[in-house]
Structure formats: C-alpha cells, structure tokens
C-alpha cells in the first residue's frame, strides 16, 4: 500500500511540475527573436540598398544585380517577419505599412536603374566628346567655353540645387547665341560640337532628376514602420514572458520544497558536481583562450600562447606545458612553472614520442604513471626527461605539419583527470588556429607588400617603355661624341678630365634607364661594396655641374667621418638618392647659401627607430645633409615622401618618394627635421657592409667586385603543375620551365589540374596559373581545394585589380609576370619550394 501511494504520489508530482514547467516555457520568445532578425534583416538589406545607389550614383557601381537582390533581400524579409509575428492583427497592419514601403522602394529603385544608367552613359560620352574638342578647338575663346561648360556640369554632378543648374543652363544658353566664330571656324552645331552640347543638356536634366528620386528614396524609408512592428513583437514578447515567469517561480517554490526530499542524494551527486564544475571551469578558461586568441595582434601570439599554456597547466595542476610544431626548426612554445632549463632536446622529442605511441579512442595519449610503463623505449625517453606522469595530445596529417600539446608532471602521481581529457582537444585546436590566423596575417602582408611592387613596377613600366628608347639614344649618342672627342685630346688635360666627367654621367644616366625597367622588382639592382666619401665627392662634382640653371651660390661642406664608411648598394642609385637631397636643398635656398653633408658611423646593440622606420640592431652609416633654406611645416613634413606631392609647381612629387624606396631596399631608414624658416635636415642611416679585404678603389669610390655568378636559380627535377588557358602559351611556358631544370606538367582546363592533384597525392611540388585575371584566381583556388599544401604562383600581366585577401583565400603564394621573365619565375619557384620544405 505504501509503495502505491509514494508511486501515485509521485506520479502526480511528476504531472503537476510537467503542467508548470510547459507554462513556464515562453514559446513566444523564440518567435519574437525570429521576428526580430527579420527586422534587422528588413533594415540591413535597406542600409545596403541606400548605400549601393548611392555608390551607382557616383559611378562607383556599374552593376544593378545588388539592387536587385537587397529588394528581393527586403521583401524575403518582410515575408518572413509576416510569417513569424503576423497572427495578431495590429502586428499585421504594421506590417502591410512595412510592405507598402519596400513596393514604394522598388519603384523609387526601377527609377532610379533606368535615369542613372543613361545619366552614366551620357556623363562618359560628354567627357569624350569634350576632351576631343579642346585638344582640337584652336580658338582659345571657344575652348575656354567647353572648358567652363564641362566645369559647370562637374559641379552639378556633385551638387544638383538650382544655382548649379542655372549656371549650367546660362552656359548653354551662351554657347547656343554664340555665333560661328571668326577665322571660319565652326559654330556649335557642327557636327564636332553638336553632340557635346546635347549631352550637356541632356546631363542638366537627368542630374536633377536623378538626385530627386534619391531624395524621395530616402525620405520614404520604412523606418517608422519597422520601429513601430518592433515595438509591437517586443511588447507581446514581454508580456507572453511575464506569464512564463509566474509559473517558473511557481516551480521553483515547489522546487524548493522537493530539495529537502532530495538530501540524501547529495553524497551521491556531489563527486559529479565537482567534475561538472571542473568542466564549466576548463570551458571558461577556453572560451578566455580563444578570445584573447581573437583580439591579439600578430606580435602578441607567443605571449597569449604561454600564458594560455599556464592556464591550461594549471587546471590539472601540470608542472610544464608546451606546444610543439614540426619544421625546420622545429617551433616550440611553453611554460615551465620553474626556472630550471627543459632537458636537452624536450619538448621537442614528444613529436617523435607522440608519433610511436598508441593514442586512445579520443586520440589523447595520457600515461598516468611511467614508472608502471614496461621498460623499453617510451619508458626510458620518458623517465629520462624526469617525468612522472605525461599527457600528449598530438595532431598528424599529410597536408599540414604535425603538432602537439603536451603537459608534463614531475611529482610522484599522475595528472588530475577531472571528467576526462577531451576538452583539452578543444585547447589545442584553439592555439592551432590562433597560429594559423597569425600565418595568414603575415602572408597577407607579404602579399600586399608582393603586389604594392608589382603595381609600382606596372606604373613606371608603363612610363619607362614610352621615353626609354629616345632616352637611351640620347645616352648613346653623349658616350659615342664623348669617345670621338677623348680621342682628339691629351689625356692628362683638364678637356680630358671634363670628358670623363661627361663620359661617368652617360654611363649611369644608361644604367638608371636599364633600372627604372626593374624598378620596383626587389633584388633587381646590382649592388656592390661601395666607399661613401668618395660617392659623396663625385655627387658634389656632379652637383656643381648642374647648378648654372639656379641664381646665385651654393657652396656644399663635406665633413669627413672619423672612419671610412662602406655599404653594399648599387652606386648609381644611392647616388640619385644624395642628388636629390642637395638639389632639394638648393631649391628651397633658392640658389644661394651652404649645404652641408655630415658623415658618420653610428652603432646600436637593440632595435631603434629612425622616422617612420624601425631598424635593428648592429652599425650604420648615418649621411646628414642639412640647408638654412625655407623649411617646411609639419603637414608638409608627414606628406613629403608621399609620391606625387610636391610643394614646387614644377616638381613631380617622385625625388623623395625613390629615395625613400632606394633608402628601404638598402635596409636602412631616412629621417626629415624641419621648421618654418629654419632650414631641413635629412639624416639617411645604411647599414655598413662587414669588413673585408679589399683591392684599392678607382677614381669613382666603387670597389672592384669578383665576377657574380648568374642570378637564375634552377630546379632538379620538381614537378611544376601548369595552367593556361591557351595551348601554345602552355607549350611555351613548359619549355621556359624545363630550361629551368624542372618538369613541366600542363593542363589547359582547371578540373582536370584538380583530378591530377587528387589521384596522386604530393605529386606535384608547385603550381604555375597563366590564366588571364578574373579565370586565374578561379583557377588557383580549384587547385587549392584540392592540394591544400601545394605552393601557387599566379602570372598576371596587370596587378592593380589583384587583392590580397583574394590571393590568400585561393592559395596564391607568389605573383610573377606575364608573359613569363626567367629570372624572375626562377625566384618565385626557388623560394617556393624552399618555404614548402622549411615551413
């Protein structure tokens, strides 16, 4: 009878905090959170549309497909929240408002596609039909009209209101009373000038027009609407929540009471409370871990991982903790809670450990005791290293190196296990994708770095292929009459003397020709070990020689350093550099006063910055070259070495900006101080070249070097898969690569490449792409999935649209030129192949 009662007892206990707890659950507030997400979904998709027409207005934005979508994003969104929220009918009505706004938003949108298009294709013809005009106009009036006009309707496309318009309509109305012209030229409605001035006209009123739409566009958003269907599902949420409160502390009093029939559970419960607990700890140093992991900058990676390896230790109270990545060297990050030394050749032996053990069912290898080990191999590697209890979590595969994380106990006892070791799996995928993210930051920095170069290279490429031919037969025909001419005079004549002078020019104004082809490329230039007083004093020969063309004096003092300076550079470059700087300084003492170039050794045993620049430890060649000249300001000083900013009307903004590259690819650093009225100084820091013995330097300062070996590297016989599109280019390509001591394996279609990689893994060692742009990052990223480790080389004849998030996404290690240069796609494979073997 006894038991019936408690049985019934508790059958009605169980249906009774059934019935509660379903009250107490607030099925509302998963649909109000739907509701809500398709609000902000409703007004994402809005924000983004008002953004796009807006970048379509400004020509940013050629392609109408993302108007499309976010209306159809907006109405998905719409059809969603009536889905979720619109049973009542008040929230119904609010959103029908909803939904006659996003129907008003379409057609304010269908508007907008049809009158900007035309806008668009009328503001670019109008641009061509007025440069040609003006470059054609030979009356200055009339040109200067076209000139006004086409002023007038760039102010309009920036600024609608009817003063802009008025102004272009007087504009019109003048050219149109404008009559045919003296001296027979053609009046405005000649077919030559026709067509500009119906576009203008038809610009004056499509820009008006257009803007109008986006007003409206604007103003009738649907923000009031959604506030208000908000407000609604909030309210019923909360109201549907309050309900669900009552019952759960209806429950929770009952819950109370049922705590004192549950007492004598407590022994039983209160070991896997302690475990959970532990567990809920090691899940809230985890989730601190990724954080922190998250937040980090590259520089601070090490840290967060040593101090993520402590924490990690701590929790099963570990006396060491580390983690071990495979490679040349092996990488090693840990924490010891002593200050004695880790034993010769650990942690970096529990990779070689981790590989020959059994690991258990979740792939955590954990030996509690090693003194219960059989005696062998393990035992004694173990008990070498003084441990008393290991616990190794490894991680092998063929595409990535291998890794583990370890934990070591020195005292007699094993590891305290808590509720198992397998959230220490979830730690260790942490800490490899902290170290994965900071691979990728920095590849990404290389890349941008890789295609800033590659973009300067195209830019001077393509001023250097317009002038470099007339330039290189005007150096000719100065060497060839100079040769003439030494041959007709004494050489030991001041004629002979100048003749060299002369003769030395050509010959570096030749070979600054050859480098502004490679500008950009680094390595290009030829660098030899240079003596910096003796460049100084031919660069103020030189200097002198070009100064008739400034009034007045300018006297240049060298003062000699206390010891001879040598640097390895490309003389006729770091020679440019110095020119420049005395030929700035002349400038702003405008012809007249002293300029002086200090030399000087300086020495630094930690890293120190110089300017903008940070440079490392060891003895550089400081070159200070100051004037008394008018100064600068210091929003003039943050922006000199910008290329294209100059403060002369006839400067070109390029002399600072190559003598800073030149300075960098040099390894040093320049610095400017300057103030209004108070004359600049320069100081360029170079690293010295190690001391060497060396035969006695020519009249130039440069010091005879040993013949170079070829800078082109080759294969021995890797395999270089090759895409390209066209098959003669790919039979092209693959006879460049086996010249190169490679083997060439070429495919003409991105899927097949994929098979090829997929049938035989590390078949191939690198991957050339030759397709055009747009089909070669497609084409690399095919390959990428299937090879994830392969090494990919894309060969592009333009860098501007690359981008380097792009890159690395589809596995693109190196950029190189297309058509293909030797040395250069020799360099890319080298360090390719160097980076898979030592990653």
């Not at 398709?38 to 207005?57: F, N, P, T, W, Y």
């Not at 026709?194 to 986006?214: S, V």
């Not at 600054?512 to 100084?536: C, N, P, Y």
């Not at 008394?628 to 903004?653: S, V």
Request: with cysteine; net charge negative.
């Amino acid at each position: 009878m006894r038991t019936g009662l408690t049985v019934a007892a508790a059958a009605t206990l169980l249906i009774l905090l059934t019935w509660i707890a379903m009250r107490g659950m607030s099925a509302e507030v998963g649909t109000s959170q739907d509701a809500l997400l398709a609000i902000d979904r409703l007004e994402k998709a809005e924000s983004a549309l008002h953004r796009d027409v807006l970048s379509a207005r400004s020509g940013l934005l050629r392609n109408y497909d993302p108007l499309v979508r976010e209306i159809d994003e907006m109405r998905g969104a719409v059809t969603r929240l009536r889905e979720t929220a619109g049973y009542e009918p008040e929230i119904a009505s609010a959103i029908d408002e909803v939904m006659r706004s996003v129907d008003k938003t379409e057609g304010l949108t269908e508007r907008f596609k049809s009158r900007n298009a035309l806008l668009q294709n009328s503001l670019a013809y109008f641009i061509v039909f007025g440069e040609r005009l003006i470059k054609e106009e030979q009356d200055r009036n009339r040109a200067a009209q076209v000139s006004g006009l086409a002023a007038a309707i760039l102010h309009l496309t920036l600024d609608s209101s009817a003063p802009i318009v008025a102004d272009v309509d007087a504009r019109l109305r003048a050219m149109s009373l404008d009559g045919a012209p003296a001296g027979g030229s053609p009046g405005w409605d000649s077919p030559a000038s026709k067509p500009l001035i119906e576009h203008a006209r038809m610009l004056r009123n499509l820009l008006p027009e257009t803007d109008g739409i986006l007003k409206e566009m604007f103003s009738s958003a649907g923000g009031r609407h959604q506030d208000r269907v908000r407000d609604l599902v909030v309210a019923r949420a909360d109201a549907s929540e309050s309900a669900a409160e009552m019952f759960r502390n209806i429950l929770y009093g009952m819950s109370v009471v049922l705590v004192c029939l549950l007492v004598y559970l407590g022994v039983q419960l209160q070991s896997r409370a302690r475990a959970l607990r532990l567990r809920a700890d090691f899940e809230h140093v985890i989730a601190g871990i990724s954080t922190r992991f998250i937040t980090s900058r590259p520089d601070e990676v090490r840290y967060h991982i040593e101090r993520a390896l402590e924490e990690l230790a701590a929790i099963i109270s570990a006396d060491r903790a580390y983690f071990v990545i495979e490679g040349d060297p092996v990488q090693v990050y840990q924490w010891s809670g002593s200050s004695d030394t880790l034993p010769s050749g650990w942690p970096a032996g529990a990779l070689k450990l981790a590989r020959q053990s059994m690991p258990e069912e979740d792939g955590i290898i954990h030996i509690p005791r090693v003194d219960h080990l059989s005696r062998g191999g393990n035992m004694d590697l173990l008990a070498a290293v003084g441990l008393r209890s290991w616990l190794c979590i490894p991680s092998f595969s063929d595409e990535c190196p291998g890794a583990v994380l370890g934990f070591d106990a020195l005292r007699q006892g094993p590891l305290a296990r808590g509720d198992g070791y397998g959230m220490f799996r979830s730690a260790f995928d942490a800490i490899a994708s902290a170290l994965d993210r900071e691979t990728l930051s920095r590849e990404k920095q290389r890349l941008e770095a890789k295609l800033q170069q590659a973009r300067r290279m195209e830019t001077v490429g393509a001023l250097a292929s317009g002038v470099a031919h007339n330039f290189n037969n005007i150096a000719g025909a100065i060497l060839g009459y100079t040769e003439i001419a030494q041959a007709h005079v004494r050489p030991e004549s001041r004629t002979a003397a100048s003749l060299d002078e002369i003769r030395r020019a050509g010959e570096r104004a030749r070979d600054l020709v050859d480098q502004i082809l490679t500008f950009g490329r680094a390595g290009a230039d030829k660098r030899e070990r240079v003596r910096v007083q003796a460049l100084i004093e031919e660069t103020v020969s030189m200097f002198h020689a070009s100064l008739p063309g400034l009034p007045g004096e300018v006297e240049v003092k060298v003062r000699e350093a206390p010891q001879e300076m040598v640097v390895l550079a490309d003389p006729a470059r770091l020679q440019q550099v110095f020119l420049n700087l005395c030929n700035n300084a002349a400038q702003a003492m405008e012809g007249t006063g002293t300029i002086d170039i200090d030399l000087d050794v300086r020495a630094s045993k930690t890293a120190f910055r110089h300017g903008p620049d940070e440079l490392g430890p060891g003895q550089y060649m400081s070159v200070l070259i100051s004037d008394a000249g008018r100064g600068m300001d210091e929003a003039t000083q943050e922006r000199i070495f910008e290329p294209f900013f100059t403060t002369r009307l006839e400067g070109n903004g390029l002399g600072l900006a190559t003598a800073r590259q030149i300075v960098r690819e040099l390894g040093g650093a320049i610095a400017v101080r300057s103030a209004a009225g108070k004359g600049t100084r320069f100081e360029i820091l170079l690293p010295c070249a190690a001391p060497a013995r060396e035969p006695d330097r020519d009249q130039t300062g440069h010091i005879p070097s040993r013949p170079r070996v070829t800078a082109t590297r080759y294969g021995s016989g890797e395999t270089i898969l090759i895409l390209d599109v066209e098959r003669e280019r790919l039979l092209r390509n693959e006879e460049i690569l086996a010249a190169l001591g490679y083997e060439p394996v070429g495919f003409t279609e991105p899927g097949d490449a994929a098979d090829a990689c997929r049938s035989t893994r590390m078949r191939f060692d690198a991957a050339l792409v030759c397709h055009p742009l747009g089909i070669a990052i497609e084409g690399a990223a095919v390959v990428h999935e299937a090879a994830p480790g392969l090494p990919i080389i894309l060969a592009t004849g333009s860098a501007r649209s690359v981008d380097a998030p792009a890159l690395a996404a589809a596995g693109v290690t190196e950029v190189v030129h297309c058509p293909l240069v030797t040395t250069e796609l020799a360099g890319a494979l080298a360090q390719c192949l160097e980076s898979r073997v030592s990653p």
